[in-house]
């Protein structure tokens, strides 16, 4: 059964708006989220992360929002741009507590 | 990333085959990972080691065996290919658990018919 849950498999955003991607967790325990950026025939990249002691973490044109309550955290990349069309997963941390766990990713189309 | 390669980049295979996929890293980190990626699925971890010679199972370990006799080569092995195993497979690193991100390499196309 899927800790990590992205329930929107793609997302088609104007160049210049906002792209919002969402991600659900089931663990209330997680307490570190990332999320990786994968553009086709090349490996996953790392884009940003979140600890548990944060409710939102920012990096240029990418921020992340977390909702404990919620458990819910949401990737915001203003302003959207074509190069950002790829494939974002979200992460969290396995039971193991040495690996990650994945969501199933959500396909992100910027068209011009 | 110039730091961690895998071998070979595309396979074609029968099935019934074994079949062992390389990954290689030159940055000396400890923890070494295997995942699949399959439509419809995401990334799932296959194996992991946490040293050399330590090894454990994820959640799709079932039919995949690996090795780390050092430090820099993580091998995963499918014991006797089938259509199922056909898959484009990642390997990643990462010097501290997964706190600061993996870091994945380019991925190997697998076909199994």
């Known amino acids: 059964d899927q800790q990590v849950k992205q329930n929107s498999p793609s997302l088609s955003v104007q160049e210049g708006r906002i792209s919002i991607l969402n991600c659900d967790y089931t663990?209330?325990?997680?307490?570190?989220f990332l999320w990786y950026k994968k553009y086709p025939a090349e490996g996953p990249t790392f884009l940003i992360s979140?600890?548990?002691?944060?409710d939102k973490n920012e990096d240029g044109r990418f921020t992340v929002f977390l909702n404990k309550s919620a458990k819910h955290l949401s990737l915001h990349i203003v302003p959207s741009q074509p190069g950002d069309s790829a494939v974002y997963f979200c992460?969290?941390?396995?039971?193991?507590?040495?690996?990650?766990?994945f969501g199933k990713g959500t396909s992100l189309l910027v068209t011009p | 990333d110039a730091g961690i390669t895998q071998s070979p980049r595309h396979k074609v295979t029968e099935t019934g085959t074994p079949v062992t996929l390389r990954c290689h890293q030159t940055?000396?980190?400890?923890?070494m990972y295997w995942y699949r990626q399959d439509p419809g699925h995401g990334l799932r971890l296959i194996h992991y080691?946490?040293?050399?010679?330590?090894?454990d199972k994820g959640e799709v370990s079932d039919g995949y065996s690996v090795s780390r006799s050092k430090t820099e080569d993580f091998l995963l092995t499918l014991e006797s290919a089938t259509s199922s195993q056909t898959s484009v497979y990642f390997c990643?690193?990462?010097?501290?658990?997964?706190?600061?991100?993996?870091?994945f390499g380019s991925g190997t196309r697998l076909t199994v018919v």
């Open positions: 990643a690193i990462s010097w501290d658990k997964f706190v600061y991100g993996y870091t």
């Open positions: 663990n209330s325990m997680f307490d570190y």
């Open positions: 979140i600890s548990s002691i944060k």
């Open positions: 992460a969290a941390p396995a039971n193991s507590g040495y690996a990650l766990n």
């Open positions: 940055e000396n980190h400890r923890y």
């Open positions: 080691s946490y040293g050399v010679k330590d090894t």
